[in-house]
Nanobody, 124 residues
């Protein structure tokens, strides 16, 4: 069993930056692809970014490409999301997720483990 705990959310002005962290416990996630999703009020949860086990492969949603960077430190069992040039439309609860394989990585129901989420609010 894997427990995921996100941190680093908060309130930031448009154009600012935040760094989210996702710490795993219970079992190492070094063999799992790891992702970030987000859910804005009244909207469905959407894919943000995924990183492969080695970190060599990353995929981003078009809406964040060029602004967000996903990374991982397998020794610390932690995944990060560096968010730059934030926009009000980035406001959402951000979730960390883990799955067994690098297939269907943008599909919410394909993930085995989820964190509780961290709120990110971007003011205009």
């Amino acid at each position: 069993q894997v427990q995921l705990v996100e941190s680093g959310g908060g309130l930031v002005q448009a154009g600012g930056s935040l760094r989210l962290s996702c710490a795993a416990s219970g079992r190492t996630v070094s063999t799992y692809p790891m992702s970030w999703f987000r859910q804005a009020p009244g909207k469905e949860r959407e894919f943000v970014a995924v990183i492969s086990v080695s970190g060599a492969t990353t995929v981003y949603a078009d809406s964040v490409k060029g602004r967000f960077i996903i990374s991982r430190d397998n020794a610390k069992n932690t995944v990060y999301l560096q968010m730059n040039s934030l926009k009000p439309e980035d406001t959402a609860v951000y979730y960390c997720a883990a799955k067994y394989t690098f297939r269907d990585v943008t599909v919410v129901v394909a993930y085995e483990y989820w964190g509780q989420g961290t709120q990110v609010t971007v003011s205009s």
